[in-house]
């Protein structure tokens, strides 16, 4: 049986791969950062909460990361923990760097420390690309132009993978992974605030919805697609960088308008520009081509978008009437 450690287990992708390690027969560890509030509601959704094992820990203390690994014992390593919301990157940036970036960092000493033939995933992302007109359509060969604290804190974590790699021997992966959604996905982020508010103003307790820059366009998959290509990573002979996308290209405002259109709306009639949503710097354009992946994982995206979309909003629609029964 392996053995596997999620940084990021209470997270959407952290998850969807426990699940899917489950599934696998591996023995699954997760590092439990301590918060106030329970954050497990997405492993009990899963139904896998009682089959994970939580680990105290927080990738800004890496003795508590040193510990998790000493008591894991894993044979693979996937860091997906993270201050992983772009917007937040600007008003957080020290604590963005801290645990985005650094936090890759302690990850990969620990590994080094105790067991360097650990294999290690990073989560590494389409934001280190930074959507840059000149570069349509990004691959592993794009060079790097982050636009926020965020995707500057994911590349020192990236090129952190790939250093310690050439000088440990360690094995090291990243899956430069674009934009991937889910019902799991935290409420703050596009998708799901769309699909959240189509629920509601469906169901008659939201009147509009707010947005910044909806002539944004983003490579949209399904998240449960996407952890198989991490694990697949990790499966193959020599450690390599990946992009994995879905190789087509949308605007939120389309995305909307899919989303509205599902139960019956015109998404004109609700959607409201608002500035406050606006970023110091956006990413205009995400394309990715997930040509590798498929020529040497033999992994391609599963989930078209619209059937993503319908997913998140039949989900949200679940959610909204059962908690408008409770309020009852
Ligand atoms: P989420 O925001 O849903 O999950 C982030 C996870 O990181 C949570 O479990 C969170 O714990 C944990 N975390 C945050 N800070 C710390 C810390 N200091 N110590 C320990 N754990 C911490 O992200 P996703 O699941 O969507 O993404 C997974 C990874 O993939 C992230 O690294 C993200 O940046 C990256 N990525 C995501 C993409 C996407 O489209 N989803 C695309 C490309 C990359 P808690 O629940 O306690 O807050
Ligand atoms: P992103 O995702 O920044 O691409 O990062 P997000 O869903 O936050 O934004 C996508 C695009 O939508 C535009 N937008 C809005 N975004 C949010 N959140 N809220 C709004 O009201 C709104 N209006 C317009 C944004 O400006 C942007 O252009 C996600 C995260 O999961 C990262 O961790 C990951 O690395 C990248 O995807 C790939």
Partial sequence: MKTALITGITGQDGAYLAQLLLDKGYKVYGLLARRATATTWRLEYLDILDKVELLE??????????????????????????????????????????STGLGALNCLEAIRIVNPKIKFYQASTSEMFGGMPEYPLQSEATPFHPRSPYGVAKLFAHWSTINYRESYDIFGCCGILFNHESPLRGIEFVTRKVTDAVARIKLGVQKDLHLGNIDAKRDWGFAGDYVEAMWLMLQQEN??????????????????????????????????????????????????????????????????????????????????????????
């Fill in 57 to 98: 820990g927080d990738l800004t203390d890496v003795t508590s990361i040193i510990r998790a690994v000493e008591e894991a014992k894993p044979d693979e390593f996937y860091n997906l923990g993270a201050q992983s919301f772009v917007g937040t990157s600007w008003k957080q940036p020290q604590l963005t760097a801290q």
């Fill in 239 to 328: 450690p390599d960088v990946y992009v994995v996308a879905t190789g087509r290209t949308t605007t939120v405002r389309d995305m909307c308008r899919i989303a509205f259109e599902h139960v019956g709306l015109d998404y004109e009639k609700y959607v409201v520009i608002d500035p406050r949503f606006y970023r110091p710097a956006e990413v205009d354009l995400l394309l990715g081509d997930p040509a590798k992946a498929k020529e040497k994982l033999g992994w391609t995206a599963k989930t078209s978008l619209e059937e993503l979309i319908n997913m998140m909003v039949d989900a949200d629609i679940r959610r909204v009437e059962k908690e408008l029964v409770q309020a009852r």
